[in-house]
C-alpha cells in the first residue's frame, strides 16, 4: 500500500479534464488498495486550509498565491504562502504520504515542490499539455511559472507526461531529452452511452472541448462548409463553452450554416456520451492537442473519430484503422475525411468499432498500474529485520 498526495491544478466541482482525469485516478488508487488524499488550491487565496469528502476522498484546499508584477502585491502573497506551506506541512504530519505526486503543473506544482525540498517526501511530476495549452499562455507570459517548473523539474523523482509530445516540449524547461515516460490519460468504460439524441433523429457531426481559439472550431466549420451541400441532412454541433463562441456563430453565420450549426453549450458527463453515441462522427479539430480525452470518449461511444495531427494523437491512433488523422490547417482534407464519413456507413461503423476495443487500453485500472509502479520505483523500500 502506498499512501499518495494528489496535487492536481484544480479538482471537482470545477469542470475540466484534468479534474476528471485527476478524481478518476484517485478513485482508482483507492480502489487498489492505496490510501490517497487530494490537495488542491482555492480559488479564492483569501480563504482559510479547509477539508471535506467527496466521493469518500479527502480533499484538502490551500491558497496558493503566486507573486505578480507589482512590488506592493508580494507581502500579503508571501504571507499567504508561508501560511499555506505551514498548512501544507501540518497535512503531511497529519497523512504522511509516501509521494507528492502534481497533475498538471501550475501554482500546485510551486508549492508541491517546495513542500517535497522542506520534507523530502518524493516528488512525482505528470504534464498535461499545461506548457502549450494553457488559455493565456502562461509559460510564455510568466518568469515566475517558467523558472518554478524548471525547479520542479529538477526536484522531481519521476517525471511524466500525457504523450511523448508534451515530454519533448519539457525539455523547453530542463527536461533531458528522451527523459521522463509517457502515460497515457484514461476514460471511464462505464460512463452511460446510450444512443440519444438531441431532440429528433437528425444526423449530426459533434465536435466538444473549450470554446477557444487552440481547439480549431472554426477550422472544422471551414471543412463543414465545404461538403455541406453533399450533406444536406447533417448538421454540425459544438458543446463547450469559452471566449471564442461570438466569432465561431459570427463565422457559422458569414458561411452560410446559422440554420446547420448548433451550439449546444456545456455539457455534463452523461450528456457528453448521449451526444457522442448519436454522432455520425466525432471530431477533434485543434490547432494543438497534447492528448485528446474527447478522442477516448469518441471511442467508448462507438463513434467514429476524426483527430489532428498535431501534438499527441498520432502516438495512439492508428490512421484509418481507429480513427482518421488530418492537420486541420488544411481544411480541405478536414473536408474530406468529413465526406468521407459521411458517405460510407460501412466505415463509420468499422472505424467505430475499432475504436471501442481499442479503448480498452485506456480504461482506468490499466492507466492506474503504470503510476502505481511509478509511485514504488521512487519510494524507499523499508525492509523488516527479523
Known sequence: MTRIALLPSAYPP?????????RQLALTLRDAGDEVEIWTSHLDHRDQASASEQDGVVVRRFPMPLPGLRPQSWPPVMSIGRRSLADLRRATETFRPDVLHVQCFGPNGVYATALSRSTRIPLVVSLQGETVMDDHDIFEQSHTMRFALRAGLRRASAVTACSRFTLDDATRFGLPPGAGEVVFNGVALDQPTGAVRVGDDQRYVLAIGRVVPKKGFDLLIEG????ADRHPDVELRIGGAGSALADLTALAEAKGLG??????????????AALMAGADCVVMPSRLEPFGIVVLEGWRAGAPVVATTHGGP???VDNGVTGLLVDPFD?????????????DAAL??????????EVRRFAWPQITEQYRAIYRSVTPVTVSEG
Open 14 to 22: 470545477s469542470v475540466g479534464g484534468v479534474e476528471e482525469l485527476s
Open 224 to 227: 463543414f462548409a465545404r461538403i
Open 259 to 272: 440554420a446547420r450549426v448548433r451550439f449546444v453549450g456545456r455539457q455534463d458527463r452523461g450528456d457528453v
Open 314 to 316: 498520432p502516438e495512439f
Open 331 to 343: 481544411t480541405d482534407a478536414v473536408a474530406s475525411a468529413l465526406d468521407r464519413l459521411l458517405g
Open 348 to 357: 463509420r461503423k468499422a472505424i467505430g468499432a475499432a475504436g471501442a476495443e
